[in-house]
């Protein structure tokens, strides 16, 4: 596996830690949990700040262009498929920050809103990255030569340097944090790989 997939891959396990973490907490809003806004408004900054920002975007603007470039179309195929995800994903995520915001505690129907967007978005999410585990990353590894995955890797180097300077740490807490205070159901959970950008 090059150093570039292995980035990607390592992210995803974190993403799939913290969405099992974000499901538990759903399972639990109503049931007394203090300033329930609050705890939405820590998974909604990891979820921007790793999944889409960090992870999403070294994809978007670094691979997804890389395979294009070697003849991948951009409008149709698995990237079309896998970029209107990342969409579909922000969308849920604005539907769940306008929920976040204010101070008071949430409606009955904020938490119905709330369970029905997380649990839409945990479930786009695993779909989401099973493709790209079983099928776009084997297939970038086979069709982009060894020399230019390792261009790609540098370019995430570059990515991570210019996009999020100095919030790696910031958010390898939250995520910490997170999983702590409502920690996975195991059996939902995959191992979580240990690397960079915000690994646990």
Do not use: W
């Not at 891959?9 to 300033?35: M, N, P, Q, Y």
């Not at 069709?143 to 999020?164: C, N, T």
């Amino acid at each position: 596996m090059t150093r570039a997939i292995e980035i990607l891959t390592s992210e995803h396990r974190v993403i799939e830690l913290v969405l099992a973490s974000l499901e538990t907490f759903v399972e639990k809003v109503g049931s007394g949990i203090e300033d329930e806004r609050v705890t939405l408004r820590d998974y909604l900054t990891f979820l921007k700040g790793f999944a889409d920002q960090c992870h999403h975007g070294k994809e978007e603007d670094i691979l997804f262009a890389t395979m294009a470039s070697r003849g991948f179309p951009e409008e149709t195929g698995p990237l079309a498929v896998l970029h209107l995800e990342h969409i579909m994903g922000r969308g849920y995520i604005g539907a769940l920050a306008s929920i976040a915001e204010g101070s008071r505690p949430l409606t009955r129907e904020e938490r119905e809103i709330l369970r029905t967007h997380a649990l839409a978005y945990i479930g786009l999410l695993r779909a989401h990255i099973q493709k790209e585990d079983n099928v776009l990353y084997p297939v970038a590894a086979r069709v982009i030569p060894s020399s230019e995955m390792e261009k790609v890797a540098e370019r995430f180097d570059d990515f991570e340097a210019r996009e999020a300077p100095g919030r790696h740490d910031t958010l390898h807490t939250l995520a910490e944090r997170l999983v702590e205070t409502f920690p996975p159901d195991p059996s939902r959970t995959a191992s979580p790989g240990r690397g960079r950008c915000c690994s646990l």
